[in-house]
Each structure stands twice: as structure tokens, then as C-alpha cells.
């Protein structure tokens, strides 16, 4: 099965950055529109951003001129360019397939923890 991996999470001050990547085993990555999720404590998975395979991206209000989605065809993978980050902003991020319900990447995976925190 194709599977992707999270990584480029890890503690941050306000204000700082951090670049994440979702790799996928498999050549496929580029067939689907993917997103970035997370999650914080108490709280439900949210979508923070989408790319579709054409390149068309869409962000969640509350990242919106913060965060930049990209993704490398030739390499599998696709990236979060996290700048000017908040608390907020503290949460697991997960990659997946827009169509999650559907998603050929299989289950979530574990992600990769984002801390955000003097």
C-alpha cells in the first residue's frame, strides 16, 4: 500500500517558521488533490490546506497569508510553509488526500507535532 509520512514538525517560538513535508512511498502523490490537517488537544481534525493536482490552493481562514502549500511532482511530496506562527497554531499536522473518505493512502498516520510556544 502507499503510505505517506509527516515530518518537519517541532518547537517554535511566535512568530517563527517551520516547513513540513508529506512524502508518499509510491509515484502517485501527484494524481490527487492533498491536504494538510491537524489537530490540537479537545479539538477536531480541521483542514488548514489544500493543493489540487493542477497546483490550485485553498487555505483555511485562520492560516491565510501565513501558510503556503506546494508540492514537488518529481519527488512525491508536498509541503506546509509555516511562517509567522501562533500558539494557535500548536497541533499534530497530518497529510492526506482531499477525498479522505476515499483517500489511496490508506488510514491517518501518526503525523508530525507542532509546538508553538516561548
Known sequence: ????????????????SLR?????SGSILSLYAMGWYRQAPGKQRE???RITSGGRTNYADSVKGRFTISRDNAKNTVFLQMN?????DTAVY??????TLTS???????????????
Open 1 to 16: 500500500q502507499v503510505q505517506l509520512v509527516e515530518s518537519g514538525g517541532g518547537l517554535v517560538q511566535p512568530g517563527g
Open 20 to 24: 513540513l513535508s508529506c512524502a508518499a
Open 47 to 49: 483542514l488548514v490546506a
Open 84 to 88: 509567522s506562527l501562533k500558539p494557535e
Open 94 to 99: 497530518y497529510c492526506n488526500a482531499d477525498q
Open 104 to 118: 489511496p493512502f490508506g488510514s491517518w498516520g501518526q503525523g508530525t507535532q507542532v509546538t508553538v510556544s516561548s
